[in-house]
């Protein structure tokens, strides 16, 4: 009966990844084919608001059911869940701060610049996804708490970051020029 429950899960987790990766590819096609990404300086993109939007959404398919299942553990696992968002955030803001380029208002976009930090929280989320049921079978409670801590981290970063980014495009096209560039 658990195995198929996990079957399932992990199947229903399949799908919604798969769906998301369509929509995100379709919304970068979009960002790369804008017009605006013609005038770029390296290491910048033109991304789609929306997938900003849906960002932390994916995080939460990737590291919620491994996350759940740490944080049902214990109310310990419960606070170092929390411990790692409420450190994911300042980093969503602090990245956010330096990603942000500009607001793109004709075609809901923003160009961010590329980072290093990117490829680290991904690297990050691949670890931890290779090595849980590793830890899961581990049962030292350190390791297990600060494998609640490091999988909460990402999702607190990435709505963080969102929230961010989604708030200075807002800003930008409230104070933007009329050709919808902000300065």
Not at 35 to 47: C, S
């Amino acid at each position: 009966m658990i195995a198929t429950l996990t079957k399932t899960e992990n199947s229903v987790q399949l799908v919604a990844i798969i769906a998301f990766a369509v929509v995100a590819s379709s919304l970068v096609r979009k960002g790369r084919a804008d017009p605006q990404a013609a005038y770029l300086l390296p290491r910048q993109r033109v991304r789609p608001l929306a997938l900003e939007v849906i960002d932390p959404l994916m995080t939460i398919i990737v590291v919620g059911p491994v996350l759940a299942h740490e944080l049902n553990v214990s109310a310990w696992h419960i606070l170092a869940g929390l411990l790692g968002v409420t450190v994911g955030v300042p980093i969503g803001i602090l990245r956010s701060r330096v990603q942000f380029v500009r607001a793109v208002r004709v075609s809901t976009s923003v160009v961010l610049t590329r980072s290093n930090a990117e490829y680290g929280l991904l690297a990050l989320l691949i670890v931890l996804r290779s090595a849980e049921d590793g830890i899961r079978n581990v049962h030292t409670t350190s390791i297990t708490l600060l494998f609640a801590a490091l999988l909460a981290l990402p999702v607190g970063e990435s709505f963080a970051r969102s929230i961010a980014i989604v708030g200075r495009y807002r800003n930008s096209v409230n104070e933007a020029p009329p050709m919808g560039l902000s300065p």
